[in-house]
């Protein structure tokens, strides 16, 4: 059995966390996540992923408590240079990413799920850094991009998850559907973003992620000199002539 099932439909592609029952993280599953993110990234034929979790009981219920009792502190630094690198190859995949949050998200799994693009969750999904229970630091520095730091403190020093009405309140989320309908809605929205443009999604996220944490006008310019290089795309010009013929684009990725 897989631990990690990477599905292609079309030009969108699907990452399952699939380690029952509550799809927990091994060191060897977070080396499998960050090669999964950065081969989907170099690949010409996606434009948008989605990254959920097998089952109904958890999205990722985080770190694997077993392996973690079995590792010394010593070991600890190695251990999370790959943890890291698990979470920047999310953050950084090349192409827009989905997340489907299908159950639980905690601790490592809400991290996993903030360094998506964006955040689909279902109905009965919660948000959790229960870190503070097992003697560790929560992920405060990604889940803090997105909620107010009075809800981060709360959320870390008491380990106690929020729903998924909650998370969607403090801008964790970006929306909260039915369990039954959460791959209906995150492929719905994965269609809209893959018949975009291809190189304006790759150099869009590159901008977004390069601009988040720069003063605004920095930020903006970095930003124009993104869509300065587009406008040498073939893909650019045909998306402005498609608007005004008022018809479908045809984009050749180049």
């Known amino acids: ?29 977070y080396e499998r996540i960050a090669d999964a993110f950065d081969t989907i990234g170099a690949r010409t034929d996606v434009h948008c992923a989605i990254f959920t979790g097998a089952g109904t009981r958890a999205f990722c219920a985080g770190l694997d408590l077993k392996e973690f009792l079995a590792a010394t502190p010593d070991q600890d630094p190695d251990r999370a240079k790959i943890v890291r690198r698990c979470f920047s190859a999310v953050r950084n ?16 799994g809400c991290v996993l799920a903030s360094v998506c693009d964006i955040r689909i969750a279902a109905a009965n999904a919660t948000f959790g850094l229960p870190e503070i229970n097992v003697g560790r630091c929560g992920g405060g520095a990604h889940v803090g991009r997105y909620v107010p730091q009075g809800m981060l403190r709360k959320m870390f020093f008491t380990g106690r998850p929020i729903s998924a009405p909650e998370a969607y309140r403090v801008n964790l989320v970006e929306e909260v559907v039915p369990a039954e309908r959460l791959m209906e809605a995150a492929r719905e929205l994965a269609d809209v973003i893959s018949q975009k443009a291809p190189l304006g999604l790759r150099l869009g996220k590159k901008a977004l992620n390069e601009i988040e944490f720069m003063p605004v006008e920095d930020g903006y310019a970095r930003e124009q000199s993104y869509s300065t290089q587009l406008m040498h795309t073939e893909d650019a010009r045909e998306a402005t002539r498609a608007v005004v013929e008022k018809r479908a684009p045809v984009f050749r990725g180049k």
């Open 93 to 108: 995949c090349a192409i827009p990413v989905i997340a489907a949050v299908n159950g639980p998200a905690l601790g490592a």
């Open 1 to 29: 059995m897989s631990e990690l099932i990477v599905e292609t439909d079309g030009r969108i592609v699907t990452v399952t966390i699939n380690r029952p029952p509550v799809n927990a993280l091994t060191l060897a599953l």
